[in-house]
C-alpha cells in the first residue's frame, strides 16, 4: 500500500477527531479505535515504541485510570483546545513529525531532535533560592524574529514541539502568543511559576489553543513558598483554577529534592494535581548546578528507589491516578537514555547559545551565527551524539549526574565554553559535585537493571544504529 501523504493523513485525523469529540458523550471509545487504526496506517513502516491493541484494550477499559483520564479531559477542556491539540501534538508532532526527523537525521548524519526548549527571556518576577537559570543573569532575550527564525528552520527538519522556560517565560506573553498564532501547526508548552497566569491571558490562550502550560510546584505552602517566596503557593493553585476554568491544558513541574520527594509523591499533593485540574506531572532530579549549588538536596539511594517507583505507580494507566507522570531521570529506560545533545532535545538560552541540555551550561554554538543544521553538527553536539548512550544501563543516563567523567571529558575536547555570564563554572567543578552520588547510585542502579528485564528498543537514535 502506498503511504498516505501529509495533507490526506492529517485531513482524514481531522475528520475523525470530529466525530469522537461530538460523540464524547457517548461511546468515544469505539471512535478512539478508529482514530488508532489510522494511526497505525499512517505510519506503517515506521519502528514506534507504542503498542496499538494495548493502547485500545487500556481506553475501552472503562474501569481503567486511562479511560477515566479521557472522560475527565473530555468534560473539562475546551472542544478547539481539545482538536488543536491532537492536531498539533498528536499528528504533526508525534506522527508526521517522528517521520520527517528520521529522514533528516539519515541525511544530515547528526542528531535532529523532536523538540526545542528555548528561553525567549532570562528575567523573571520572582527570585527563588537556588535557581540555575538565575546563573544567566536577568537582562537577557531572544527577539521574536530569533525565536521565529529557530521554528522556522525546526518545521523544516519535522521538528513541531516547542518549549519555553527562563527565566519566567511569561514575562514575555505577547510574544509568546505570536508565536503560537504564526505556528498554528505546532505546539507549545511554557514552563511557568504560574504568578502571570491571569483571565486575560487565558483567553488568548484558549483562542490560539495549541499552548500549554507546566507550573512550577514543590509541595504544599510551606515547603514551596519557602523557596519561591510568600504568597506564591496561593497564586499558583489561583492560576490553576482560572486555567481549569478556561478549559485550557496544564500541569506541574517539579524539582524533587532530598527534603521533598516524600510530599511532591503522596496521595494528598497527587489527588490535589488531579482536583485542580492537571493533565500531567513533569518530576525533575535536583542538579547540583551552579559554582554556589549544594550537594545535600540530592536524593538518597533509597529516596531516588522510591521515587523511580512512585511516580511509576502514579501513572499507572489501569489503577494509577488518572495523572500522567514523568520523571525525566528514572524514565531513561522507555527512551533510551539521555535524550539531550539534540538525540530528543537540546537548549537555546536567551543569549542565543546552543546547549545540549538545559542543565549543561557549555556551548559551542549560538542561533545568531549558526544555523540549527550547523548547531546540530557542531563538535559538542557531535561529541554527545558519537557517546550515547553514555551508559547502556538507563537508570544511569546523564553525563553528568552519573557518568560525570563522560561530561568533563567531552567539553574539554570539544573546547566547549560556559555560558553562564555572571560566574562561569569549570566542568570539572561541575562534575566533582557528582562523583560521589555516581559511585553511590552506580551499585543500586545496576542491580535492579541486571534482576529486572527490558525489552530492546525498535527504534533507538543513536549513531550506531542510525537507519533503524
Not at 506503517?44 to 494495548?54: I, S, T
Not at 475501552?60 to 483546545?81: H, K, T, W
Not at 527562563?166 to 505577547?174: A, D, H, I, N, Y
Not at 514523568?326 to 532535545?345: L, T
Request: glycine share 6%.
Amino acid at each position: 500500500m502506498s503511504e498516505i501523504t501529509h495533507k490526506a493523513g492529517k485531513d482524514a485525523f481531522s475528520k475523525i477527531i470530529d466525530v469522537v469529540l461530538n460523540n464524547k458523550d457517548r461511546e468515544w471509545e469505539k471512535d478512539v479505535e478508529r482514530l488508532i487504526d489510522l494511526m497505525e496506517k499512517y505510519m506503517r513502516g515506521v519502528k514506534l515504541e507504542f503498542d496499538y491493541a494495548h493502547a485500545k484494550k487500556l481506553i475501552c477499559n472503562r474501569e481503567g485510570a486511562l479511560n477515566q483520564y479521557i472522560r475527565r479531559v473530555f468534560d473539562e477542556v475546551d472542544p478547539y483546545v481539545l482538536k488543536t491539540t491532537a492536531l498539533n501534538l498528536g499528528f504533526e508532532a508525534f506522527l508526521h513529525g517522528t517521520k520527517t526527523i528520521r529522514k533528516m537525521r539519515n541525511i544530515y548524519q547528526c542528531n535532529v531532535p523532536w523538540l526545542i526548549l528555548m528561553d525567549p527571556t532570562s528575567a523573571c518576577n520572582l527570585h527563588c533560592t537556588g535557581c540555575w537559570a538565575a546563573e544567566y543573569g536577568n537582562r537577557l532575550n531572544l527577539s521574536f524574529d530569533e525565536m521565529d527564525s529557530v521554528i522556522c528552520q525546526g518545521k523544516k527538519l519535522g521538528i513541531y514541539l516547542y518549549m519555553f522556560t527562563g527565566g519566567e517565560p511569561l514575562v514575555r506573553k505577547s510574544d509568546v502568543i505570536r508565536l503560537c498564532e504564526k505556528h498554528d501547526d505546532c505546539a507549545f508548552l511554557a514552563y511557568t511559576n504560574g504568578t502571570l497566569v491571569d483571565a486575560l491571558f487565558c483567553e488568548e490562550m484558549r483562542r490560539v489553543g495549541n499552548l500549554y502550560l507546566a507550573i512550577s510546584l514543590e509541595g504544599f505552602e510551606e515547603i514551596n513558598d519557602l523557596r519561591r517566596g510568600m504568597g506564591v503557593y496561593g497564586k499558583v493553585l489561583h492560576a490553576m483554577d482560572i486555567l481549569k476554568e478556561n478549559g485550557l491544558i496544564f500541569g506541574t513541574s517539579i524539582c524533587y529534592t532530598s527534603k521533598n520527594i516524600e510530599t511532591v509523591t503522596s496521595d494528598e499533593f497527587v489527588d490535589l494535581m488531579v482536583e485542580k485540574g492537571c493533565r500531567y506531572a513533569f518530576y525533575f532530579h535536583y542538579m547540583p548546578v551552579g559554582n554556589d549549588a549544594v550537594t545535600d538536596l540530592l536524593p538518597s539511594v533509597e529516596q531516588r528507589i522510591y521515587v523511580k517507583d512512585r511516580v511509576r505507580e502514579i501513572r499507572n494507566m489501569t489503577v494509577g491516578k488518572g495523572l500522567f507522570t514523568m520523571d525525566f531521570q528514572n524514565d531513561g529506560e522507555f527512551v533510551g537514555g539521555c535524550i539531550a545533545g539534540g538525540r530528543n532535545y537540546f537548549h537555546i538560552n536567551a543569549n542565543g547559545d546552543a546547549e545540549p541540555c538545559v542543565f549543561i551550561h557549555y556551548s559551542g554554538a549560538n542561533i545568531r551565527t549558526h544555523s540549527l543544521i550547523e548547531i546540530l553538527t557542531q563538535p559538542l553536539f557531535m561529541a554527545y551524539r558519537d557517546n550515547q548512550p553514555f551508559n547502556d544501563n538507563h537508570l544511569r543516563p546523564c553525563p553528568m549526574l552519573e557518568n560525570p567523567e563522560i561530561l568533563e571529558r567531552i567539553v574539554e575536547e570539544t573546547n566547549a565554553q560556559s555560558t553562564d555570564l555572571q560566574s562561569p563554572e569549570s566542568a570539572e567543578h561541575l562534575c566533582a559535585k557528582c562523583h560521589g552520588y555516581a559511585k553511590e547510585w552506580a551499585s543500586a542502579a545496576d542491580q535492579i537493571w541486571e534482576n529486572e528485564q527490558y525489552k530492546k528498543h525498535k527504534y533507538e537514535n543513536y549513531k550506531m544504529t542510525l537507519g533503524q
